[in-house]
Nanobody, 121 residues
Framework: QVQLVGSGGGLVQAGGSLRLSCAAS????????MGWYWEAPGKERELVAD???????NYADSVKGRFTISRDNAKKMVYLHMNSLKPEDTGVYYC???????????????WGQGTQVTVSS
């Protein structure tokens, strides 16, 4: 069984910083892309940033220059460093891992439980 556990959310003032962490555990053969998605109330979940095993990252335009994604392949963890936070960044942040559980398994997407980020003005 695969589990992704995200943490690090909270309440912060505009202009502040937070670091989100997500750890993957369980039976995992390999992890491809790991990423963070954001869901605001009443809106669909959107990609914030993702990163490949080799470290190539991709960001939503709204967070470029403010957020940095990183991962530790050995620890099966992904991080999101969030700087210069704005009230419109408020929402639930979910981590996702695209992975293979065994050498013969098909690749699938697994989600964390979500962590709330609230940015006050």
């Amino acid at each position: 069984q695969v589990q992704l556990v995200g943490s690090g959310g909270g309440l912060v003032q505009a202009g502040g910083s937070l670091r989100l962490s997500c750890a993957a555990s369980g039976i995992i053969f390999s992890i491809n892309v790991m990423g963070w998605y954001w869901e605001a109330p009443g809106k669909e979940r959107e990609l914030v940033a993702d990163v490949t095993t080799g470290g190539r990252s991709n960001y939503a335009d709204s967070v470029k220059g403010r957020f940095t994604i990183s991962r530790d392949n050995a620890k099966k963890m992904v991080y999101l460093h969030m700087n210069s936070l704005k009230p419109e960044d408020t929402g639930v942040y979910y981590c996702k891992a695209n992975l293979r559980r065994t050498s013969i398994d098909v690749v699938g997407d697994y989600w964390g439980q979500g962590t709330q980020v609230t940015v006050s003005s």
